[in-house]
């Protein structure tokens, strides 16, 4: 193993996910703030995701996804939180 590989993380931080109750809204917000722009739709009978990603990023960089239910539920605090990712080298 070369010595760089030896040095590497073993995690690298990938996403974190948000539920939200008005996607574009929250779309208009990160581009506004943080300079995002979405990268990718994933559109499905029951949600709708949004990643957003900086312009410009390399591909598997970190990302923001925007998470929307399309049933129309409320969201309270608490729960209007998804997952983080990491990607890994070795999940042992």
């Known amino acids: 193993m070369s010595e760089t590989a030896a040095k590497a ?4 931080f990938a996403f974190v996910k948000l539920i939200v109750a008005d ?3 929250a779309v208009d917000f990160y581009a506004r703030v943080l300079g995002l722009t979405v990268s990718q739709t994933i559109d499905l009978p029951g949600l709708t995701e949004k990643i957003l990603a900086k312009p410009g990023q390399a591909p598997g ?9 399309k049933d129309g539920r409320a ?4 729960d ?4 983080v990712g990491f990607y890994v080298r070795d999940v042992d």
Request: negative net charge; charged residues 5%; hydrophobic residues 40%.
């Open 80 to 83: 209007a939180h998804g997952p």
């Open 75 to 78: 969201l309270t605090l608490g």
């Open 23 to 25: 996607l574009d809204g």
């Open 9 to 12: 993380p073993s995690a690298t």
């Open 61 to 69: 960089a970190a990302s923001l996804i925007l998470y929307h239910h």
